[in-house]
């Protein structure tokens, strides 16, 4: 059934009329607007894109949600450390490198937390924890929360983050951890210097840590 306009204007709740404006220029709808008339109308992915770009310069932000299958054997072809962080942390793709990293090969359940929150991280794994890894960590988690403000579970994480005394006291480094090398100590290998590579695929991270020479 083709919809017309009255109906797209209460279907997505937005005020008599608009969809008219927008339709004939006369109105440029917010992001969260055209999110929702896209959805209504079945836009796809690449439609939603390139309307999105069009209309606020970037990217639509992406699904909290919702994950590739196929993430898995993406990490498990790579031989670096290396796994699938969601939103809220939790590790949704590990391969056997990136366990290897921990005591009985056990990896985190939630990166983040780990990472930012736990004693392990901060006084075992990751060297200098206060200098070299959580001041960039926690740039990506800021980042993570303005972009997911309205997901309980992001919101959660980032209440615990900024109700640490420990982390209150790092100070803003404008970067997030891209890029950055740093030591950790390996439970197989001793400590070692990596460098970390993160990149994004369907709103997850996907970090990445190259052994360098010392």
């Given amino acids: 059934m083709k919809l017309r306009q009255p109906d797209v204007d209460e279907a997505v709740g937005c005020g008599v009329g608009v969809t008219e ?3 004939n220029d006369r109105m440029r709808p917010s992001s969260d607007l055209y999110l929702r008339i896209a959805a209504l109308l079945g836009f796809s992915m690449h439609d939603l894109r390139v309307g999105h770009l069009d209309l606020c310069g ?6 909290v949600n919702t994950s590739s299958p196929h993430l898995q054997r993406v990490v498990d072809g ?3 450390m290396m796994c699938v962080v969601a939103p809220d942390g939790r590790v949704l793709a590990r391969n056997a490198a990136f366990s290897a990293m921990f005591a009985d090969k056990v990896a985190p359940e ?3 937390r780990w990472a930012l929150l736990s004693d392990c991280a901060r006084e075992a794994v990751l060297v200098d924890w206060e200098k070299d890894w959580a001041p960039y960590l926690l740039e990506e988690c800021r980042l993570l929360f303005f972009r997911y403000r309205d997901h309980a579970a992001v919101h959660r994480l980032y209440a615990d983050l900024t ?3 420990r982390l ?4 803003r480094v ?5 890029g950055r090398a740093g030591s950790l100590r390996h439970a197989q290998f001793g400590t070692m210097c990596v460098r970390t590579l993160a990149a994004e695929s369907e709103g997850c991270r996907l970090l990445t840590f190259l052994t360098e020479s010392a």
Wanted: a negative charge; charged letters at 30%.
């Fill in 21 to 23: 404006k927008i339709e």
């Fill in 58 to 63: 970037s990217e639509p932000p992406p699904a």
């Fill in 78 to 80: 790579q031989r670096e």
């Fill in 110 to 112: 939630n990166f983040w």
């Fill in 163 to 165: 109700d640490d005394l």
């Fill in 168 to 171: 209150q006291t790092l100070p």
């Fill in 174 to 178: 404008g970067t997030d951890i891209n």
